[in-house]
Every structure is written in C-alpha cells, then in structure tokens.
C-alpha cells in the first residue's frame, strides 16, 4: 500500500558531505511526521537511533551530536523528506532508515520504515 523510497547513501570520507533522500508513494491521504533513524555499525552495542524528524509543519527535532552538521527538510508536498549530512565523521557510519507516520486513503494510520540506505564514512 505504501513505499517508502531511499536514495542518496555511500563510502565518503570524513569531512565530506552526503544527501539523502525518501519519497514516500502509495495510497497515502496524509503524511504526518518524517524522519531519519541509524544503525550503528555491528558492535557498538546502539540500537536504531533516532537522527532527525520532522513535522508536517516544518517543526524539526534533531539529534544533538549532529545538530550542527545535519539539516532535514520537506519538500512542498510533504512526501519527500531530505537529510543533508556535512562535515561527516566516522561515528557517522550506519544504515540509515526512512521513517514515516502515514495515514492512508482509508484513513488507517501506519508506520512506514524503508530498506536502509548505507552510509560509511572513513577516516
């Protein structure tokens, strides 16, 4: 019923930049508050963390340890929602997920994730 597409991931090295983005498609009637969440390398001992939201509004909440390189955005129709990452850092390094709070033309509400999109960054 509802796709959420990512692109944008790959091998940087650090103090480069990336961009990802996630278009979200479907029978989709409203899409709420998007984001972007990690999984750490294997053996970090983190779980999926939280990287970045935001609300249909424009309200953003971002992780403190990135706050000051990282910027989400959506784009006018709310379907698409961007992280721009700068300056990155190895600890940086994860699969990154699409996440979206949908409610869909039957007026269920849902929470979509997409496939992961790898980001490495190397020293």
């Known amino acids: 019923q509802v796709q959420l597409l990512e692109s944008g991931g790959g091998l940087v090295q650090a103090g480069e930049s990336l961009t990802l983005s996630c278009a979200v498609s479907?029978?989709?009637?409203?899409?709420?508050?998007m984001g972007w969440y990690r999984q750490p390398r294997r053996g970090t001992g983190i779980a999926r963390e939280s990287?970045?939201?935001?609300?249909?509004?424009?309200?953003?909440s971002i992780k403190d340890s990135v706050k000051e390189r990282f910027t989400i955005s959506r784009d006018n129709d709310g379907n698409t929602v961007v992280l721009q990452m700068t300056t990155l850092k190895p600890e940086d390094t994860g699969v990154y997920y699409c996440?979206?709070?949908?409610?869909?033309?039957?007026?269920?509400?849902?929470?979509?994730w997409g496939q992961g999109t790898h980001v490495t960054v190397s020293s």
């Open positions: 990287v970045a939201l935001i609300t249909p509004s424009g309200t953003t």
């Open positions: 479907g029978s989709i009637f409203r899409v709420y508050t």
């Open positions: 996440n979206a709070n949908i409610q869909l033309q039957n007026r269920t509400v849902v929470d979509s």
